[in-house]
Nanobody
Framework: QVQLVESGGGLVQAGGSLRLACAASGSISSINDMAWYRQAPGKQRELVAGITVGGSANYATSVKGRFTISRDNAKNTVYLQMNSLKPEDTAVYYC???????????????WGQGTQVTVSS
């Protein structure tokens, strides 16, 4: 019914930049909050950045000032611009969306399949 498809991951040198995108598709009535999480090997999944439907954003302390989350509500897409990347940013990045399906009362949270980001030193 709903798919979240991430793109934009890859290998980059320390200090470089990447832009991730996540497009939601399917029988969607509306999308509430959207977010990016990441999970490094041997570590728990952690919130990187979140954004409300109105555009208010919050960030993990470790990425504040380097990463920017944004969204295009017309395209059901959330972006993560990552600058000044560090080796410790290496992880699988997942997008997350809380959304309402057509003809459903409740909102549900969906996850993308993840995209690998590797930062070499």
């Amino acid at each position: 019914q709903v798919q979240l498809v991430e793109s934009g991951g890859g290998l980059v040198q320390a200090g470089g930049s990447l832009r991730l995108a996540c497009a939601a598709s399917g029988s969607i009535s509306s999308i509430n909050d959207m977010a990016w999480y990441r999970q490094a090997p041997g570590k728990q999944r952690e919130l990187v950045a979140g954004i409300t439907v109105g555009g208010s954003a919050n960030y993990a302390t470790s990425v504040k000032g380097r990463f920017t989350i944004s969204r295009d509500n017309a395209k059901n897409t959330v972006y993560l611009q990552m600058n000044s990347l560090k080796p410790e940013d290496t992880a699988v990045y997942y997008c997350n969306a809380n959304l309402k399906l057509i003809a459903h009362w409740n909102s549900y949270t969906y996850w993308g399949q993840g995209t690998q980001v590797t930062v070499s030193s």
